[in-house]
Nanobody
């Protein structure tokens, strides 16, 4: 059973930074694609970032255009945790942030959709004030 628990959300001023954590159990974060999504009430859940691994365990990252250059996804394999470092935050980054993982190690071309992901955390609220 895969269990994902997010933490690290909070209230921050525009221009500030936050680091979100996603602690995984039942899943080795360095062996499977791991993603972050976010959702604003009344809107679709949207892709933020994903990290995936080749056969040599070298990670490749992909980002939504809206966060590219400001957010960084990474892992701490010893802690089996995925991070999302968020810098230069904007009010439009306000959302509930979710960690997600697929059942399969396969990296799907539609990684920015919700379809490949079978496991989701409960979410953590990020609020950016102007």
């Amino acid at each position: 059973q895969v269990h994902l628990v997010e933490s690290g959300g909070g209230l921050v001023q525009a221009g500030g930074s936050l680091r979100l954590s996603c602690a995984a159990s039942g899943r080795t974060v360095s062996s499977y694609p791991m993603a972050w999504f976010r959702q604003v009430p009344g809107k679709e859940r949207e892709f933020v970032a994903v990290i995936t691994w080749n056969i040599w365990s070298v990670g490749t990252t992909y980002y939504a255009d809206s966060v590219k250059g400001r957010f960084i996804i990474s892992t701490d394999n010893a802690k089996n945790t995925v991070y999302l470092q968020m810098n230069s935050l904007k009010p439009e980054d306000t959302a509930i942030y979710y960690c997600a993982a697929p059942e399969s190690r396969r990296f799907y071309s539609d990684y920015a959709s919700q379809r490949p992901y079978d496991y989701w955390g409960q979410g953590t609220q990020v609020t950016v004030s102007s």
